[in-house]
């Protein structure tokens, strides 16, 4: 019965790092894609000048 509960536990932790994992590539993604937005919007702005 014990190795039942470890093997849930197991499964649990394995879903919850993933999840974790996954949020922190999509906010990750999030930020770069404002930088890439921010650098493109300065560089027309030089290009202007």
């Known amino acids: 019965m ?17 999840f974790v994992f996954i949020f922190s590539i999509f906010s990750r993604q999030r930020k770069l894609d404002e930088e890439v937005a921010m650098l493109k919007q300065l560089l027309e702005t030089q290009s202007r000048e």
Do not use: Q, R, T
Request: glycine residues 0%.
């Open 2 to 18: 014990a190795d039942l509960l470890y093997l849930m536990l197991a499964y649990a932790a394995f879903w919850i790092i993933s």
